[in-house]
């Protein structure tokens, strides 16, 4: 088993001279992923969804989930949580 790269020591062109000669990109998806949680299966289950917002407002928000475990992805989904249960009529 080889060791991998030293991404840390990389420039911006020998990483994508890495990523432009290989076709296996697990190493660097490792590196990125480091430090990261793992993942936990979520209940309920969740879906991927996009949406684009402008540069300050996602500046905002990584301010704000700083040192929160769900980061932003989870002040959004309680945003969204509170704006529906504000329209949607009660059951």
Do not use: C
């Not at 993942?39 to 991927?48: A, F, G, I, Q, W």
């Not at 990584?62 to 329209?87: H, M, N, P, T, Y």
């Amino acid at each position: 088993m080889t060791a991998d790269p030293n991404f840390e020591d990389m420039t911006g062109p020998d990483l994508l001279a890495y990523l432009d000669k290989t076709t296996d990109h697990s190493a660097f998806v490792r590196w990125m992923r480091k430090g990261q949680p793992a993942e936990e299966s979520v209940d309920p289950p969740t879906r991927l969804t996009a949406v684009r917002l402008p540069a300050e407002m996602i500046d905002r928000l990584d301010e704000l989930s700083a040192g929160d475990r769900q980061g932003r992805s989870g002040l959004i989904r309680a945003a969204i949580a509170d704006f529906l249960a504000k329209v949607e009529p009660a059951a």
